[in-house]
Nanobody
Framework: QVQLVESGGGLVQAGGSLRLSCTAS????????MGWFRQAPGKEREFVAA????????YYADSVKGRFIISRDNAKNTVYLQMDSLKPEDTAVYYC???????????????WGQGTQVTVSS
């Protein structure tokens, strides 16, 4: 059982930046693809970004491409989401997830964190 704990959320003004972290409890973290998803109030959870176990082939939702960067440090069992040029529409609870394959679909991920709130004020 892999436990994931997100951190780094908070309140930021539009145009600002935040870096989210997600740390795993197991060393097997390095074998998992990792994804970030988000859920805004009243909306379904949506894909944000994903990265392979090796750190290669990151890809992004169109809504965040060019503004967000996903990366990982397997030595620290941690995946990051650097968020720049934040917009009010980025306001959501952000979740990290671990799965055996990289995917934009939730069903591909077996383990999920509890989420961290990101609020972007206008």
């Amino acid at each position: 059982q892999v436990q994931l704990v997100e951190s780094g959320g908070g309140l930021v003004q539009a145009g600002g930046s935040l870096r989210l972290s997600c740390t795993a409890s197991e060393r097997t973290f390095s074998t998992y693809a990792m994804g970030w998803f988000r859920q805004a109030p009243g909306k379904e959870r949506e894909f944000v970004a994903a990265i392979r176990w090796s750190g290669g082939s990151p890809y992004y939702a169109d809504s965040v491409k060019g503004r967000f960067i996903i990366s990982r440090d397997n030595a620290k069992n941690t995946v990051y989401l650097q968020m720049d040029s934040l917009k009010p529409e980025d306001t959501a609870v952000y979740y990290c997830a671990a799965g055996s394959v990289i995917s934009e679909y939730e069903v591909a991920y077996k383990y999920w964190g509890q989420g961290t709130q990101v609020t972007v004020s206008s």
